[in-house]
């Protein structure tokens, strides 16, 4: 099964609207990361928050982490209709050497 | 650097047919995975390899599917017979020791008829 739990599992919002997406996992983990994907493409890292932080920034990219929770949010600021794709969070297992499992998505549509 | 490279892009093949796909990963990477994703949802792990021993595969439906990495570097995952619901898109990620994120390929785009 799954580890990650996504929601919503699909969001519509305007250019310039901020949009978050979360992550719920159930085991331990080493790191969380988030990945995007256009439209029959390949996925692309995005950012990665490991198991000791609380949040980290990329650009307009905010990730959080609630390990006691475990759960995780991505919020995309000033969103652009260049964001439209769907976002998986993937968790690195902890002591399972690197095996990286993903949620099922959250699809983004931002109209322009 | 080159990315991940994948073959074929796409592929149909009947039921009961065998098919092979192909993954180059980025040279030096020493682990390679194989997702497949079927169409909306999650890539779903079936195989990952540390150079060419396997590390987990306890997803990979093992009476129809097999993979291999010879010399820990191309790798290559087979499918027979396919049925209909292997119809799907298979991604194949390479990742270092030294960054812990997966660099994936295009994928291969499988519709089983």
């Known amino acids: 099964s799954q580890q990650g739990e996504e929601d919503p599992q699909a969001l519509s919002i305007q250019e310039g609207e901020n949009a978050t997406m979360n992550c719920s996992y159930k085991?331990?983990?080493?790191?969380l990361q988030w990945y995007r994907q256009n439209s029959g493409r390949g996925l692309v890292h995005l950012i990665l928050?490991?198991?000791?932080?609380r949040e980290k920034h990329s650009g307009r990219l905010r990730v959080t982490l609630d390990t006691s929770k475990k759960s995780s949010s991505l919020l995309i600021t000033a969103s652009r209709a260049a964001d439209t794709a769907s976002y998986f969070c993937?968790?690195?297992?902890?002591?399972?050497?690197?095996?990286?499992?993903f949620g099922q998505g959250t699809e983004l549509s931002v109209k322009p | 650097e080159a990315g991940v490279a994948q073959s074929p892009r796409y592929k149909i093949i009947e039921k009961r047919q065998s098919v092979a796909f192909w993954c180059n990963p980025i040279?030096?990477?020493?682990?390679l995975y194989w997702y497949q994703q079927i169409l909306g949802q999650g890539p779903k792990l079936l195989i990952q390899?540390?150079?060419?021993?396997?590390?987990?595969d306890s997803q990979l439906p093992k009476d129809r599917f097999s993979a291999e990495r010879l010399k820990g570097v191309d790798s290559t995952l087979k499918i027979q017979p396919a049925k209909l619901e292997d119809s799907a898109v298979y991604l194949c990620?390479?990742?270092?020791?030294?960054?812990?994120?997966?660099?994936f390929g295009q994928g291969t785009r499988l519709t089983v008829v």
């Open positions: 085991t331990s983990i080493n790191n």
């Open positions: 390899f540390q150079n060419n021993g396997v590390v987990d």
């Open positions: 040279s030096g990477h020493a682990t």
């Open positions: 990620a390479s990742g270092s020791n030294r960054v812990p994120e997966a660099f």
């Open positions: 928050i490991r198991s000791n932080e």
């Open positions: 993937a968790t690195a297992i902890y002591n399972q050497g690197g095996k990286l499992i």
